[in-house]
């Protein structure tokens, strides 16, 4: 018998960002293994049975543009996503350049306009939206842009919309941040209010949070590649090579849940197979009835005696 008070989700994504691949010796700033950080992911995912619809991946797919990095990174991703039966999504991000982007990861020869694409996922929407601004690290959102999604979204799709974009309109905790965020947010805002949008997704902080905007949930995955030190002094900055992770999003309908997960080996407190598992939850079962029939609340039967 199932005891949860929730049905299963309609739609199970899997929510990754800022890889950074690099081409050459594959190692970003001569020390991570930005290709070895996901594999890892992939490789510890596939021993679950948890089978995501689609793998959206919030920009800084690559950390120069280099199409070497996304030929790398494309390698690696397609064969994991067939093994699970999932559709790709990628996203871009200030670090990736318009026209490789297109041509290695979309197989398209289009050139330097903003990548912005709608996907159905089992009628749930996912809009990738191009926040990034060639040669620099802030985010816009131009009015062009702007008219486009307010068309997408002035009919509502089956199973609602995610939006998933690489700059967050969240808060920024770190004061650098400040100069590379979103910029005019609100204008966003307007468009989005009171359509089908049920989350937002984003990446670009290199640490995981939580926000609303516009009556949205906003989740924003960490990196895979290095993490952001949140324990610094006012005004610095400090990546680390460690804390990488991503997210797992469920959407029941009425409400989206956001879950992470890191990446990487740690020490096992204690583990239960499946069978050992429902052993155990036979055995408390046993007990308890056992209690209550010696108090007589139960019956022989196992049902709750008259009183």
């Known amino acids: 018998m199932n005891a949860s008070q929730h049905p299963a989700p309609e739609h199970f994504i899997l929510h990754i960002s800022d890889t950074h691949f690099v081409g050459g010796n594959g190692l970003l700033y001569n020390l991570v293994d930005t290709e070895a950080n996901l594999r890892r992911l992939f490789e510890d995912f596939a021993r679950t049975t948890a089978r995501p619809e689609a793998i959206v991946f919030t920009g800084d797919l690559a950390d120069t543009g280099e199409e ?31 026209t490789p982007f297109r041509r290695f990861l979309l197989d398209s020869e289009a050139g330097e306009e903003s990548v912005d694409m709608v996907y159905d996922v089992n009628g749930l929407r996912i809009i990738a939206l191009d926040s990034t601004v060639p ?30 974009l690489h700059h967050p309109p969240v808060p920024s905790l770190l004061d650098p941040i400040r100069m590379v965020e979103l910029r005019d ?24 949070t939580f926000s609303t905007f516009a009556g949205v949930p906003v989740s924003v995955a960490s990196a895979t590649c290095y993490t952001q030190d949140l324990n610094v002094a006012p005004g610095g900055m400090r990546g680390q090579d460690g804390a990488q992770g991503f ?11 956001h879950t992470v997960v890191p990446i990487g080996e740690y020490a096992t407190t204690y583990e239960l197979s499946a069978v050992q598992l429902q052993a155990y939850i036979e055995q408390a079962k046993a007990q308890r009835e056992a209690a209550e029939r010696e108090a007589g609340e139960l019956d022989a039967d196992g049902l709750v005696a008259a009183r």
Do not use: C
């Open 135 to 164: 040669g620099e690290h802030h985010g816009e959102i131009s009015d062009e842009q702007l008219a486009w999604l307010k068309d997408v979204l002035s009919t509502p799709a089956a199973h609602g919309t995610m939006i998933a």
């Open 68 to 98: 070497e990095a996304y030929q790398r990174l494309r390698a690696v991703v397609e064969p994991a996503a067939a093994a699970i039966g999932a559709q790709v999504i990628w996203v871009m991000g200030n670090h990736d350049t318009r």
């Open 185 to 208: 947010q609100h204008r966003l805002a307007e468009v989005i209010e009171g359509t089908d949008v049920t989350a937002i997704l984003g990446g670009h902080l290199h640490f995981n």
């Open 247 to 257: 997210n797992l999003v469920h959407s029941y309908g009425d409400r989206v849940m």
